[in-house]
C-alpha cells in the first residue's frame, strides 16, 4: 500500500495498467519494424493476464515499453497511451519512471542467470530497491529481505542471504528475482516467460510460487508466454498476438472453448496435449510468421489462414464484439466463434466444422496444394534473405 | 511383437573430472549415464524425457557411438557398437543417424544447403557428382524445402527450415535408425507442429526408428508409441505412452506428469499438482540407493540404502522403484496422490 491513487476500492473494476493503441517502431537499417502495431489493452486490479504469442510477434516489447526500457534509438514509442495510477509513462520522465519501476511494477524476466548481477551479493542486490524505493535503513532492508526470500521458499534464507547469483540453481535463481520483484510490494507485476528456461518440475514449482504470491499480496499479473499450457493454468484473461498487433482477447476459459480467431485456432491445434496423448495428427499453422519490417496491408495472419478471403488480404478487420469480454479481430470472428473450434474438438470435428467454414468462395491461397510428404509447409517465395540482396534483385 | 533393433545393456557414460595440471589426476566422474537397459524395437518411436542434466542426450549420443560408452553394450545387427574400432565403426555409421536441437549451431554456416545435405553422400561414397546433386534435391523436396534453394547459406533459412535441412542431412544415407536429440524444442509452437508432422511421415515412408529426446512430455507423447522416463542418468520408468500416463508407476513420473501444464483451463483448475520440493542432486555425487530418494514423497529406509531393479512391473511397463514391493505404503502415506494423477 505505497501508494495513494489507489485509494478507492472500486473492487475489480478500475484498471491497474491501461495501454491504448501503444506503437512501438524500431528503425533498423533504414526500414521500420512495427514490433507493437496499435495495441490497447487493460490490466484489471488483482487479475492475471496472459500474453500468448510467438517470437516475434511483440508481446515482449509490448510490455517492455510499458515500462520504457526499450532501447532508443533504434525503439522508438510512435504513439499511444500507457496509463498507470492516473499518469501517461510514455510522457513521463525517466525520474519519474525510475520512481516506478521495481517499487510500484516489477518485472520477472525469463534468463535469472543474466538477470542478475553475478558480481554482487544476492544480498546487496536484495537490499538496493528496499534503501531506493522505501527509504529503508540497512538493517530494517536487510531483514525484510530476507523474510521474502523465506517466503519465495529458498530454503535457509539467512544463510544463503550473502551468497552470490552462481550458488544458486535455476530454479533458485528465479525465487530471488521474484522475491526481488516482489520487495516493494508493486501493484503490478511484469513476467516475462518466467518459466521457460526452467524444467518443469521446477516450473511448476515457480507457478504455484506465483500463485501462491498473487493471492498473498493482491498483485496483478501480466504473464508473458508462448505456451498454452501456462496461460490455461495461471491466466484469468488472455490477449492473443501476432505480428504486433492484438489478435484475439478473452477470458481464459472462453478463449479455449470457444476461440474467435484463426490464429488462436491455429495455436490450439498445433500443440500436441499430454491428457490426449496420440490422437491424431497436429494440425499445423503452414506458413510462417510475416516480416513485419513491411507493411502489411490487410490481416497480419492472412497469408497462413485457412479460412481468408480476399479482403482479409488488403484490410485489417475491425474489432468483432462477440459477447463480455471477448473481442477479435477477424473478418470472419463470427463464423470461427459459431463452430467451436476449442481445444477438446477432435480432428474429426475440426474437420468437419473447416469443411463448412470454408465453403464455396473461401478458398484460401495454395489450399490445394498440400501434396505427399510434407511440402506445404513453409514455403514462401524466399526465404529469409538478408533484405538488401533479395530487394535489389527484385528492383532490378 | 517386434525385434529389436538396438539393444542397450548396462550402457554407461561417465565424463572424468580432472585437477591439477602436471600431475593430471582424476579427482571424481560425473556420472551423466549410469547403467541403462532397454531396446529399442524395429520401425518404433522411442520417447526419452527427463529434465535437463538427467543424461538423456548422453544417452543418444552414447548409443550411435559419438561418445564412446565407458561400460556396456549397445547391440546393432549383432554387433556391439562399443568394442568397434573408429574404422570398423565407419561403415555402420550410415545407419545411425542424429537430428541435433539447435538448427543454428548444427549447420555449418559456411557450406551452402547442397553442400550440407550432400555431405554424408560422400562421406559414405554413396553417391558421386550429378547423382549427388538429384539426392540433394530429391531430399530437399523430401522434407518441404524448395530444391532451388540448393546454393543457399544456412542463415538465409529461418529456424523451422534449418531444422529441414538438419532432417534433410539426417537422411541423406537412408539411415535405420535416428537419435532427434531436442528437434522441436528450439522453434516456435506452430512451426513445432510442422516439424513434428514431417518426422512422422518420414518414418512412415522410409520405416525409420525413432530415439526421440525430449523435455515436453506432452510431445514425446504424442510422436512415441513407448516412452522411457530418465533420472539422473537412470531410467526410472518404461512403457507405452498410454500406461505412462495414465498408469504411470513411478513417483517421479507422477510428479512430472503432473507438471506439464495442460493447455485448458478448466481441467487446469481440476488438476492437483505434486510439486516435488528441491533440486536435481548433482550428477557427479548421485545419492546412495534410489537417486530419486531426496525428492520422493514416498521415501523409506530402503531407498536410502540400495539401489532399486529396474524390472519389468506389468507386461512391457518396466519401473525401478521399491514401493513396486510395498504397494500398501503409496496408498497410506500421502493420500490423494494416487488421485491426483489420474
Known amino acids: 500500500m505505497a501508494n495513494d491513487s489507489a485509494a ?69 514509442n510512435e504513439g499511444g497511451q500507457v496509463i498507470f495510477g492516473g499518469k501517461d509513462l510514455l510522457k513521463a520522465s525517466s525520474g519519474e ?12 524476466w525469463q534468463d ?64 530471488v528475482m521474484i522475491a526481488m520483484a516482489l520487495l516493494c510490494e508493486p501493484e503490478l507485476l511484469i513476467a516475462d516467460e518466467p518459466t521457460t528456461a526452467l524444467d518443469v518440475t521446477i ?83 503452414d506458413g510462417r510468421p510475416p516480416d513485419v519490417s513491411k507493411p502489411i496491408p490487410g490481416c497480419p495472419f492472412a497469408p497462413r489462414c485457412r479460412w481468408a478471403e480476399s479482403r482479409c488480404h488488403t484490410e485489417f478487420p475491425p474489432l468483432a464484439d462477440l459477447g463480455p469480454g471477448h473481442s477479435s479481430y477477424c473478418w470472419r470472428a463470427e463464423d470461427i466463434y459459431k463452430a467451436e473450434l476449442g481445444s477438446r474438438v477432435t480432428n474429426a470435428q475440426f474437420h468437419k466444422a473447416e469443411a463448412n467454414l470454408k465453403g464455396a468462395e473461401h478458398v484460401p491461397e495454395g489450399a490445394d496444394a498440400a501434396p505427399q510428404v510434407a511440402q506445404a509447409c513453409e514455403l514462401p517465395e524466399t526465404p529469409e534473405k538478408p533484405v538488401q540482396s533479395e530487394e535489389s534483385g527484385v528492383d532490378r | 511383437m517386434t525385434e529389436a533393433l538396438i539393444r542397450i545393456e548396462n550402457l554407461k557414460m561417465h565424463f572424468p573430472i580432472y585437477k591439477g595440471t602436471l600431475a593430471r589426476r582424476e ?56 568394442k568397434l574400432s573408429p574404422r570398423e565403426l565407419h561403415p555402420l555409421r550410415r545407419n545411425l543417424q542424429m537430428i541435433f536441437q539447435d538448427p543454428y549451431g548444427s549447420l555449418n554456416p559456411r557450406m551452402t544447403v547442397g553442400d550440407i545435405i550432400g555431405e554424408p553422400l560422400r562421406v559414405h561414397n554413396l553417391a558421386a557428382g550429378r547423382d549427388v546433386q538429384r539426392r540433394v534435391q530429391e531430399l530437399m523436396d523430401i522434407v518441404g524445402l524448395d530444391p532451388r534453394y540448393v546454393r543457399r547459406y544456412p542463415h538465409e533459412f529461418s529456424g523451422g527450415q534449418r531444422q529441414r535441412i538438419g532432417i534433410a542431412r539426417a537422411l541423406a544415407c537412408k539411415p535405420s535408425f535416428i537419435v532427434c536429440d531436442e528437434p522441436i524444442s528450439a522453434l516456435d509452437v506452430s512451426i513445432q507442429a510442422q516439424i513434428i508432422n514431417l518426422m512422422e511421415d518420414l518414418q512412415r515412408e522410409f520405416n525409420l526408428t525413432y530415439l526421440f529426446i525430449a523435455h ?33 508407476l513411478h513417483p517421479y513420473t507422477k510428479a512430472l506428469i503432473s507438471a506439464v501444464p495442460i493447455p485448458d483451463p478448466e481441467i487446469e483448475l481440476q488438476r492437483e499438482r505434486i510439486v516435488l520440493t528441491g533440486d536435481v542432486p548433482s550428477p557427479i555425487n548421485p545419492p546412495p540407493g534410489c537417486v530419486f530418494h531426496t525428492r520422493c514423497p514416498f521415501a523409506f529406509d530402503r531407498c536410502r540404502r540400495d539401489v532399486p531393479e529396474f524390472k519389468e512391473a506389468e507386461p512391457g511397463h518396466f519401473v525401478a522403484c521399491h514401493l513396486m514391493d510395498e504397494p500398501k505404503r503409496v496408498a497410506d502415506d500421502v493420500p490423494g496422490v494416487a488421485a491426483a494423477v489420474g
Do not use: W
Not at chain 1, 484463426?262 to 491445434?269: A, I
Not at chain 2, 508409441?225 to 500416463?245: C, H, P, Q, S, W
Open chain 2, 216 to 248: 515436453d512430455l506432452a510431445a514425446v507423447r504424442h510422436i512415441s508409441d513407448r516412452i522411457a522416463v530418465m533420472y539422473l542418468g537412470k531410467v526410472a520408468e518404461m512403457a507405452n505412452g498410454k500406461d505412462i500416463y495414465e498408469k504411470p
Open chain 2, 27 to 82: 579427482v571424481s566422474r560425473v556420472k551423466a549415464v549410469d547403467g541403462l537397459n532397454f531396446e529399442i524395437l524395429k520401425g518404433e518411436t522411442l520417447g526419452l524425457v527427463g529434465e535437463s542434466g538427467c543424461g538423456k542426450s548422453t544417452t543418444g549420443r552414447a548409443i550411435i557411438q559419438l561418445y564412446r560408452p565407458t561400460e556396456g553394450k549397445v547391440s546393432f545387427e549383432g554387433r556391439d557398437l562399443c
Open chain 1, 97 to 108: 519512471l525510475r520512481k516506478i519501476r521495481g517499487n510500484r511494477i516489477s518485472m520477472i
Open chain 1, 112 to 175: 535469472p542467470m543474466s538477470s542478475l548481477n553475478p558480481f554482487l551479493r544476492v544480498s546487496r542486490q536484495l537490499i538496493e530497491p528496499l534503501q531506493i524505493h522505501q527509504n529503508m535503513g540497512k538493517e530494517q532492508a536487510r531483514e525484510k529481505a530476507i523474510k521474502m526470500l523465506e517466503k519465495v521458499g529458498i530454503p535457509g534464507p539467512r544463510e544463503r542471504f550473502d551468497q552470490y547469483p552462481h550458488q544458486f540453481s535455476g530454479g533458485m535463481r528465479q525465487r
Open chain 1, 8 to 76: 478507492p476500492m472500486v473492487e475489480d473494476q478500475t484498471p491497474v495498467l491501461e495501454v491504448r493503441d501503444l506503437k512501438t517502431y524500431f528503425h533498423v537499417e533504414g526500414s521500420v519494424v512495427r514490433a507493437v502495431d496499435g495495441v490497447s489493452f487493460q490490466v484489471k486490479r488483482g487479475e492475471c493476464l496472459g500474453v500468448v504469442g510467438e517470437s516475434g510477434s511483440g508481446k515482449s516489447v509490448c510490455q517492455i515499453s510499458v515500462l520504457g526500457l526499450i532501447p532508443s534509438p533504434p525503439g522508438k
Open chain 1, 203 to 285: 516450473q511448476a514449482q515457480i507457478l504455484e510460487l506465483i500463485k501462491d504470491l498473487r493471492k498473498d499480496f493482491g498483485t496483478s499479473v501480466v504473464m508473458i508466454t508462448h505456451d498454452l499450457g501456462v496461460v490455461a493454468g495461471m491466466a484469468d484473461r488472455v490477449i492473443v498476438m501476432y505480428a504486433g498487433k492484438i489478435m484475439e482477447e478473452a477470458n481464459a476459459v472462453d478463449l479455449f472453448r470457444r476461440p474467435a480467431h484463426p490464429y488462436t485456432v491455429g495455436l490450439l491445434r498445433s500443440v500436441p496435449r499430454l491428457d490426449l496423448g496420440a490422437s491424431g495428427r497436429l494440425i499445423p499453422i
